[in-house]
T-cell receptor, first 113, second 114 residues
Framework: GDSVTQMEGPVTLSEEAFLTINCTYTATGYPSLFWYVQYPGEGLQLLLK?????DKGSNKGFEATYRKETTSFHLEKGSVQVSDSAVYFC????????????FGAGTRLAVHP | EPEVTQTPSHQVTQMGQEVILRCVPISNHLYFYWYRQILGQKVEFLVS????????KSEIFDDQFSVERPDGSNFTLKIRSTKLEDSAMYFCASVSGQGNYGYTFGSGTRLTVV
């Protein structure tokens, strides 16, 4: 079935370090792909999305490119801040309609000064 | 920016009691969802709702669960007889359905069953 696999956390970085969180997916057809962020004690916020192959989603310095050939949607940021500390969830929506989102397990990021 | 609003933010209930979790989706959205997240675990789909009926439900969404859109604005999740394992954060989400795939989530209701 359709699924999302994320790298296990926690990921611990120093401020201004480069961030990559890996996400790969299994799905039929051409899903839409998402990154959501959950700050401590809060809900899920859409960080970025891409709806077709080779699209790049970007927001707040974060980027992810929809790679059909490697079935991946890795999240990157060039210089992380302490305020980026959160749990990051990769998700997919199968093609066709407004279907449910299928989430990965989440990756906790801790950024230290 | 429009928000999905959930109430209450935290509910404590005794095992076997009924609970109703409430959500107000974004006003022009057409598709509605409930998800849950057991502490420290992944976000799991429960049910989707469109045109006043359930469009999909997961195996978690058994006969103890029901959803309703009673008045055109609220979207509720009812758990008829709560169990300890129902303790989780419950998230409501909505999407406009007009070519925009920006699924918007509420801040969640933390349900604690004691």
């Amino acid at each position: 079935g359709d699924s999302v696999t994320q790298m296990e956390g926690p990921v611990t970085l120093s401020e201004e370090a480069f961030l990559t969180i890996n996400c790969t997916y299994t799905a039929t057809g051409y899903p839409s792909l998402f990154w959501y962020v959950q700050y401590p004690g809060e809900g899920l916020q859409l960080l970025l999305k891409a709806t077709k192959a080779d699209d790049k989603g970007s927001n707040k310095g974060f980027e992810a490119t929809y790679r059909k050939e490697t079935t991946s949607f890795h999240l990157e940021k060039g210089s992380v801040q302490v305020s980026d500390s959160a749990v990051y969830f990769c998700a997919l929506k199968v093609a066709g309609g407004y279907n449910k989102l299928i989430f990965g397990a989440g990756t906790r990021l801790a950024v230290h000064p | 920016e429009p928000e999905v609003t959930q109430t209450p933010s935290h509910q404590v209930t005794q095992m076997g009691q009924e609970v109703i979790l409430r959500c107000v989706p974004i006003s022009n959205h057409l598709y509605f969802y409930w998800y849950r997240q057991i502490l420290g675990q992944k976000v799991e789909f429960l049910v989707s709702f469109y045109n006043n009926e359930i469009s999909e439900k997961s195996e978690i969404f058994d006969d103890q669960f029901s959803v309703e859109r009673p008045d055109g604005s609220n979207f509720t999740l009812k758990i008829r007889s709560t169990k300890l394992e129902d303790s989780a954060m419950y998230f409501c989400a909505s999407v406009s359905g007009q070519g925009n795939y920006g699924y918007t989530f509420g801040s969640g209701t933390r349900l604690t069953v004691v």
